[in-house]
């Protein structure tokens, strides 16, 4: 286990996961968001809410953050010490969200401590990145208890094994683009049939993201539990998690095929580029760069000298995956939160009739469903 210590002056203050496997890089404050945030929040202790995260913002400013930008500062290249001060920010945003949606009241050194935290272009607000890509598993943040917890950590959970699989299948969609352009790769490209297994699997687990079971989550948990700390942040006019700032979701479609059925994925990948993860974000631009010069699979199989017998079954599959993750995602949301579709009502992401935006971005039926 590596240890850092975050000033030089002051050994008091080592980076480092606690031998319990809890990771707490704001110490009590990090306490508060872990352990006693969801039990506030069910009571809606509002004024007493707001003047404890005062008290924790305040400590915290003294004794733990400054000493992490130090750090950080100090080492830009280390990507452990970006990853801890990331779940520092993680544990602050949490807090801001808390008292954004539960009418708090935000002190000036609460914002302007995110302000100050953020790195690498990131969102000042709560995103999806951190609640499901940051969040660590050993010792996750939720804002709700119970049996409602529980669904709340299952929705996470879902959400990020998701995120993994389509890292799996980007790498072979962009390998098998390589090999249609003559060129060496060490990267596995995945058999049409593998291929089919990943894409059934990513449907079939975010459907489940929806709480189907409904004797073990009801509607209730997503709906009236944790959704509505995912609504947009109206105190700095921004937007709040969401799906669809999934980065691995538009680097996949525009490698397939440029864009999405309704023309609209790279215009929104501009327009809300500090929303996406910054893990995937280089990747993200780079498939958008290419995409504009004409770089994708689909292109490739019209041009390319070597077989494309392989390709032509993986754009037979991406058509499918895309068309039943989405139709699966309005399924989902109508059993999740069936006004929001009924209502025409906003997304969390923003998205102004949400229930319009997803059937839009349906496109045509591919032929060859399975």
Request: glycine share 6%; hydrophobic share 40%; with cysteine.
């Amino acid at each position: 286990m590596r240890v850092f210590f975050l000033s030089e002056e002051n050994g008091e203050w080592p980076m480092k996961i606690r031998s319990d496997g809890k990771i707490r890089p704001l110490g009590e404050l990090s306490d508060f968001v872990v352990e006693k945030l969801p039990q506030a929040l069910e009571q809606k202790s509002g004024r007493w809410l707001t003047k404890r995260i005062h008290q924790l913002v305040y400590a915290s400013q003294v004794n733990h953050t400054w000493h992490i930008l130090e750090a950080t500062y100090r080492n830009p290249l280390d990507d452990d010490l970006k990853r801890w001060r990331r779940i520092a920010t993680l544990d602050l945003k949490m807090l801001e969200s808390a008292l954004v949606h539960s009418n708090g009241i935000r002190t000036w050194e609460h914002v302007e401590l995110i302000n100050a935290m953020i790195q690498d272009g990131e969102a000042p607000v709560l995103t999806y990145e951190d609640v499901v890509l940051l969040n660590p598993p050993s010792d996750m943040r939720l804002f709700t208890r119970g049996e409602i917890g529980v669904s709340e950590r299952a929705f996470y959970e879902a959400h990020c094994a998701i995120e993994q699989k389509l890292t799996i299948v980007i790498a072979s969609v962009e390998a098998l683009m390589q090999s249609l352009e003559g060129k060496e790769t060490g990267q596995e490209i995945l058999e049409p049939v593998q291929l089919k297994e990943i894409l059934k699997w990513i449907v079939e687990s975010f459907e489940s993201t929806g709480l189907k079971n409904m004797p073990l989550r009801p509607i209730r948990h997503f709906d009236d539990g944790f959704r509505q700390y995912f609504m947009s942040n109206n105190r700095r006019r921004m937007r709040g998690p969401s799906g669809a700032f999934s980065g691995q979701m538009p680097t996949l479609e525009i490698l397939f095929r440029g864009d999405s059925p309704s023309k609209d994925s790279q215009l929104y990948v501009r327009n809300c580029s500090m929303y996406f993860p910054r893990m995937h974000w280089k990747q993200l631009q780079k498939t958008v760069d290419d995409a504009n010069k004409g770089r994708t699979l689909e292109n490739l199989i019209a041009t390319s000298s070597h077989d494309t017998t392989q390709a032509k079954e993986y754009v037979k599959l991406l058509a499918w995956f895309f068309y039943a993750f989405r139709l699966t995602h309005l399924n989902t949301l109508g059993r999740q939160a069936p006004d929001v579709l009924r209502l025409n009502a906003d997304g969390t992401g923003g998205v102004e009739n949400v229930n319009n935006f997803l059937r839009g971005r349906l496109g045509p039926e591919p032929e060859n469903m399975w």
